[in-house]
Each structure stands twice: as structure tokens, then as C-alpha cells.
């Protein structure tokens, strides 16, 4: 019988594509045995460039950071915002004394104040299955940590399971002990939608912030300009939703690398931004004394073990070079490259626009776009940047006048 498509092996998959040769083999060579475990269907890894975010003082120590991400100039300007955070003495982290992901179990149609009761008189039993259900985590100092009954609507109703996952991200964690927990609740069986943990972290929220002094933005003008475009970007959706990206920029590149789920992340702090129904930006830049000060705050959920990352030897080797001890410090440094991605983009358009240093990045993307070979490129890229006006054309005729 012939073999399911999911049962193939990675090249009987690629013999489907109906594809050049010399596609097939460059997709072959990138193949590797472990990630062929991680997900479905697979045919080839997908590389993403890494680069270092070298050196950023948080909470006294200093950190390297990889950062896996193809968009040109997100590290180069990570490297300029962590240098000015730096000379204001570094990223200070404030998180709360036991961070914990939130599962739900989901009821339609129930009553609130008769399940409110129900949990109310069998928290004992509540917590008594979620310990018999993952004793490992208990082991480990975790477990569950709070029940709440929340009201949706007149006819909807949460419960919400605070569970401490200690130093994995936890999705798996949380819906395991949820998935028990719903037995208690048989009697409401017909109105139970559903049990899942949620990403919206709030229970994992964590603040890092820093201080630069007038003098290395280029003085307070700077520094005042950026805080009126942090205002802006509160007050208005279109700026706020490209600042946050920007943001997510630095943040989504060190998730990635450490191998954590960054559309968790960036879901939570998303919701996060429109929390009072209004989407807004998520730093806060503002001027104490002669210092520009900045804080950014996010609900953050990601791991140094379990999930994918114990068996990704990639992120391994880039927890090896960051070193977190806990789960909760690599929270702090996270949200610490956030921060200083964000400064650098905000300085870089207070002081007379993004575009100019962007383009100079682009130019090596470009350059390879239209077909420079590595030893053309710094010639093409060097002449790239002495034109004001630069695109695909452009370069390709100036390629191809370099190689006459
Ligand atoms: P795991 O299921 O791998 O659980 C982590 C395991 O790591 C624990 O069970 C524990 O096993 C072990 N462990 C070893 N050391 C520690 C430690 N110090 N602290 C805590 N645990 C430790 O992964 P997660 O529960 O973290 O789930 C994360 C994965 O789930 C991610 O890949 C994510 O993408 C995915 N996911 C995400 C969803 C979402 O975001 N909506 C939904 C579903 C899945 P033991 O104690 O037994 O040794």
C-alpha cells in the first residue's frame, strides 16, 4: 500500500515539488535529523541569520545576546540603544516574587455564582488533583497556585488556574493539569466548552527600565522629542502598532534564538497593549532630571527548558552564550533588548529620520538580490551608498557595469 504523504521521508517529500535540481540538493543539504522530529511533513530547516547584541548592562552584570532575525539593521541598532542605556548605568528588572502562567477552563450558559461556590468548597480537592497530576513540577517548586472565578458576560464564565511552571514556558504544563482538573466539574458538563491554558500572561508581568543622560542622545532637544513621540504613539494606534513591532523587532529576535514560542509572546503583548481598549505602545519614555527615562512593561512567557528548547541544540548553544539562571531572569533580559531596540528607533527618527541608516543596511540585501557575488558585494554596496536615489535597477546596472 502506498505510504501516507506524512509518513514519507524528508526527500520522497521533496520528490513531489517537482523542483530544479540544484533546489532539491541546496533543501537536502539543510536538512537535519532532529528538527525532522520537531514538526510535521518536514522537508528542509529554514535559516534565519543570527548576530550579537554585544554586551548590555542588566541589573549590574553584563549580557551578550544572540538575536536571530533577517531584517537588516535590527541588530546593529539594538548594539547603538543598549550603548546609550549602558552609559545611563544599565536596565534595572522589577518582576513579582513568583511568576505563574493562567490555564481556564471555559463554561456557556452556566451560572457564575454556582460555580464561584463549586470552586469556593473544592479547592481542596482542586489542588489535591493538580499535585497528583504533575508531581514532577511540585518537585521542582511549582504547581498550582491560585484558582479565581471570573465573570465574562452574564452567561460566561472563566475559571482561571494560576499554575508556577518554574523554568519552562509551561504550555504543556498547564493544559495537562487543566485537562485533570475538569473531572471535578461533571455536573457542569453540558456547559464546559473547554480547558486551555491562556497566553495573555498577566501573572507573568515583568518592568525593565534605564536612564540616559541628555549629552549621549545629543541633548535634551533629542530627549524631549522622544518623549513627545512616546506620547504620540499612547495616543494614537497607527504609530503605536509600528512602534511595538519595532519593539518586537528586538524582542521576537532573542525568543526566537532561545528557541521560545514568540507568537505566544507577542500575542500576550498585544492584548497587553490594548488593555483599556485602546491599543497602545508599550514603553514609556519620559524626562527625570537631566535624564531621558525609559520603562517598558510586558506580560512574558518563555522557558530555558522544555517545550522545543531541550531539543533544538540551536537554542541549547544560545542559552550557553546568555547564560540565564532561571527562566525569570531571561524574562528581564528579553524585555531589556526591547527596550533598548525601541530607544534606538526613537532616536534614530528624532534625530532626523529612520530611513537614511535603514537604506545603508539594505544595501547588502539588496546587492545580493540582484545577484553580487560575495566578492562583488563590498564594491556594489559601496557605490550603492553613494547614490541618494537606490533600487533593484540601480543596482543591477551597476553591476553589470562593474563587470565589464
Ligand atoms: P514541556 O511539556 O516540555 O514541559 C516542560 C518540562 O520540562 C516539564 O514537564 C519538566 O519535566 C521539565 N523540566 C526540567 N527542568 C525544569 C525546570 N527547572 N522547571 C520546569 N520544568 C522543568 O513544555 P512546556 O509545558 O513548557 O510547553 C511549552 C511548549 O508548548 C512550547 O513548545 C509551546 O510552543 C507549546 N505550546 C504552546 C501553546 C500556546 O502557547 N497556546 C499551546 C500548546 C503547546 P519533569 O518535571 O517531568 O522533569
Request: proline fraction near 3%; aromatic fraction near 6%; charge should be neutral.
Amino acid at each position: 500500500m502506498a505510504k501516507k504523504y506524512y509518513e514519507l521521508t524528508p526527500d520522497e517529500r521533496l520528490a513531489f515539488l517537482n523542483l530544479a535540481d540544484h533546489v532539491k540538493a541546496e533543501l537536502h543539504d539543510q536538512q537535519s535529523i532532529n528538527n525532522e522530529q520537531i514538526i510535521e511533513n518536514y522537508i528542509s530547516d529554514f535559516r534565519v541569520p543570527m548576530g550579537m547584541l554585544k554586551a548590555i548592562i542588566i541589573d549590574a552584570h553584563q549580557v551578550n545576546v544572540p538575536m536571530a532575525i533577517e531584517e537588516p539593521s535590527v541588530i546593529a541598532a539594538a548594539n547603538n540603544g543598549a550603548k546609550l542605556l549602558n552609559s545611563g548605568g544599565g536596565v534595572v528588572v522589577d518582576m513579582p516574587e513568583r511568576t505563574a502562567m493562567i490555564g481556564q477552563i471555559m463554561f456557556n450558559g452556566g451560572n457564575f455564582d454556582t460555580l464561584d461556590q463549586f470552586v469556593r468548597t473544592h479547592q481542596k480537592e482542586l489542588f489535591e488533583i493538580a499535585k497528583q497530576t504533575k508531581p514532577s513540577i511540585y518537585k521542582r517548586g511549582g504547581g498550582l497556585v491560585a484558582i479565581k472565578t471570573r465573570k465574562i458576560s452574564e452567561d460566561e464564565t472563566s475559571i482561571d488556574f494560576k499554575i508556577d511552571t518554574k523554568d519552562a514556558m509551561g504550555a504543556n504544563i498547564v493544559n495537562t493539569i487543566l485537562e485533570a482538573e475538569v473531572s471535578l466539574f461533571a455536573e457542569f458538563d453540558k456547559q464546559i466548552l473547554g480547558a486551555i491554558l491562556t497566553n495573555y500572561a498577566t501573572a507573568q508581568l515583568v518592568t525593565v527600565s534605564g536612564n540616559v543622560n541628555f549629552a549621549a542622545l545629543g541633548g535634551r532637544e533629542v530627549a524631549e522629542k522622544i518623549v513627545a513621540l512616546s506620547r504620540f504613539s499612547k495616543n494614537d494606534p497607527y504609530r503605536a502598532t509600528t512602534e511595538n513591532k519595532g519593539l518586537f523587532n528586538g524582542i521576537g529576535a532573542v525568543v526566537l534564538a532561545t528557541g521560545n514560542d514568540w507568537r505566544a509572546v507577542e500575542a500576550s503583548g498585544h492584548a497587553y497593549a490594548s488593555q483599556d481598549g485602546h491599543y497602545r505602545s508599550l514603553t514609556r519614555w519620559t524626562i527625570r532630571g537631566e535624564q531621558l527615562h525609559g520603562e517598558l512593561t510586558l506580560p512574558i512567557s518563555v522557558g530555558t527548558v522544555g517545550g522545543v528548547i531541550s531539543a533544538m541544540d540551536q537554542a541549547k548553544n544560545v542559552l550557553d552564550i546568555v547564560k540565564p539562571k532561571s527562566a525569570d531572569e531571561l524574562r528581564g533580559i528579553i524585555l531589556a533588548v526591547g527596550l533598548a531596540q525601541n530607544l534606538a528607533a526613537l532616536k534614530a527618527i528624532a534625530a532626523g529620520g529612520i530611513q537614511r541608516g535603514h537604506m545603508r543596511m539594505q544595501y547588502r540585501a539588496l546587492a545580493l538580490q540582484v545577484g553580487a557575488s560575495p566578492k562583488e558585494l563590498p564594491m556594489l554596496v559601496s557605490k550603492l551608498k553613494t547614490m541618494s536615489q537606490v533600487d533593484a535597477t540601480k543596482a543591477t546596472e551597476i553591476l553589470l557595469e562593474m563587470r565589464k
